[in-house]
């Protein structure tokens, strides 16, 4: 699997949920359930990177693509990912945001099996092209986009994300209801993408249920 982390960071996000956000990702790699996971995969490791995006021209990679297949790499990557420092603050422009992902792919030397785009935000798209529209034009080129919804300042943002964002084979949607609980949320997701399996769970202001 290719895993491109969406990370919005439009103006929406404030400076400490932006930090939420990476640590969060940080700290899902460097849980022993998902090394193990991914250990315990097909291949043995994954392709990883974390693209933040915010307004239409501001989709920059902050960890580029790394193989992850044990603790070391794990651990690796999630120092390149605290690294990061935030590229944008501007609109939110998540057509654009899924565009940018899947050309990541590109830079790829080999074909993965499986694409996966994981895009999370906390609002619905305000400029650039319509996400749905952008959405199924990659889900015909064989790319699933999964989601995490912030429910934080938009309670209704999970049915837009579900209408508008997430698609392709066994592509699935998390929502939490703040920046707090995203760690949670994110390290299921990793779980459930690796095993390309739905999570049965649904995370609601950090429980499990």
Known sequence: MALVLAVDVSESVDAGEYQLQHEGIARAFENPQVVDAIRGGAQGGIEVMV??????????IVADWSLVKDQESAAAFATKVRAG???????????????????AFEQLPDK??????????????????????????LVKQGITI?????????????????DNVI???GAFLLQVQDFQTFATAI??????????KSPVIRLVQGQMQ
């Open 187 to 196: 390290q299921q997701k990793l779980l459930a993408e690796i095993s390309a």
């Open 51 to 60: 693209l933040e995006w915010s307004d239409r021209d501001k989709q920059s």
């Open 146 to 162: 999964n989601g995490l919804a912030i429910l934080a300042t938009e309670p209704w943002l999970d049915s837009y994300y579900n």
């Open 167 to 169: 698609g392709g084979e």
């Open 85 to 103: 420092k935030r590229s944008s603050q501007g609109l939110t422009a998540i057509g654009d945001a899924l565009l940018a992902s899947a050309a």
């Open 112 to 137: 993965p099996q499986r694409r996966v785009i994981d895009l999370s935000g906390d609002g619905m798209a305000n400029i650039g092209p319509p996400p749905a529209a952008v959405r199924d034009v």
